[in-house]
């Protein structure tokens, strides 16, 4: 089964499929009786059968506890995640409509303290997010570990970050420094909130609805650090003025429901997030591309702040 029509078929899609976006997954936008839905087709070799269906079991439940979030669609016998040729899977999820609240190549379009208010709803959607999932059962879900060894072990989830061919010997050497440095002090952050995260909370997926906000793609889920949740945002704006006014607001909407972390935790778990993805483009991109070095001069930048 390779036509895209066809795995949409196997949903009871009928009518034209367009490709909406290809980054991890590709995504498609398929008709079910009428209505709108999304078509994924996971990354392969990505994230193993298990780890996707826990992920469409999470957002099941969050969806059934009415947190924003894209709900999964079963086929007609009951099942959601469907094998097609080469090992990928393919998975339907309900279609959101509205908008990003905006994109990484683009400025935000408003004033600061429009900017801020935006995102003190971005912390109040996290927090939402964390406290409806506190309430649920997650001991059946199986996802990946953004915990010590996930972020900053020998192998991390997304890569040895260290090892970005566009870093220079004296900045590997740097690099390697600060990874030994944030190791041990994560290491001692031993009261730090973790539990089920987004890990993955850009622009692009969060969405602006009639409704309010909507969080999408959970593909990066998985079992980590609460303040990474709300690191992880931030790093699209790690080089604007107003940074900690950003930082600021996340807290504020996130301590309206739940203890939010400090200014400080959130600056260190920015870098992490700068460090999982200067990993995460290396099997992504070729060796002298623009893009390796933007990310790795990201995590260079983050670390040097951090340590100084």
Not at 29 to 53: C, M, T
Not at 224 to 237: E, F, T
Not at 266 to 291: C, D, N
Request: charged share 25%; net charge negative.
């Amino acid at each position: 089964m390779n036509k895209v029509e066809d795995i949409a078929a196997a949903w009871g899609a009928d009518g034209p499929v367009c490709l909406i976006a290809e980054r991890e997954n590709a995504v498609y936008r398929v008709s079910i009786n009428d209505a709108p839905f999304a078509l994924r087709l996971h990354r392969k070799g990505y994230q193993e059968k298990a780890s996707i269906l826990s992920e469409l079991m999470w957002t099941n439940r969050l969806a059934d506890a009415e947190f924003c979030c894209p709900r999964p669609v079963s086929m007609p016998d009951g099942s959601l995640l469907l094998e097609i040729d080469g090992g990928r899977y393919a998975s339907v999820i309900s279609w959101v409509d509205g908008t990003p609240i905006g994109n990484a190549e683009e400025v935000f379009d408003g004033t600061i303290t429009e900017h801020c208010d935006l995102y003190r709803d971005v912390g109040l959607l996290l927090a939402q997010l964390h406290n409806v999932t506190d309430s649920m059962k997650t001991n059946d879900i199986t996802r990946p570990s953004w915990n010590l060894s996930g972020l900053l072990g020998k192998s991390p989830f997304w890569g040895r970050f260290w090892e970005n061919p566009s870093l220079s010997a004296s900045e590997k050497k740097f690099m390697i420094y600060a990874r030994d440095a944030a190791y041990s002090h994560l290491e001692g952050m031993k009261d730090a909130d973790f539990g089920l995260i987004h890990a993955d909370a850009l622009q692009e997926n969060i969405f602006s609805t009639p409704s309010g906000l909507t969080l999408i793609d959970f593909d990066d889920s998985g079992f980590g650090y609460r303040g990474y949740d709300l690191g992880a945002p931030m790093s699209q704006h790690y080089t604007l003025r107003y940074l900690d006014d950003l930082i600021e607001a996340v807290r504020d909407g996130y301590g309206v429901l739940r203890p939010a972390p400090s200014l400080e935790d959130i600056h260190f778990f920015l870098m992490l997030r700068g460090f999982a993805s200067s990993g995460w483009v290396i099997p992504r991109q070729p060796k002298k591309s623009t893009t390796q070095r933007r990310y790795a001069e990201r995590a260079l930048h983050l670390s040097y702040q951090w340590l100084n």
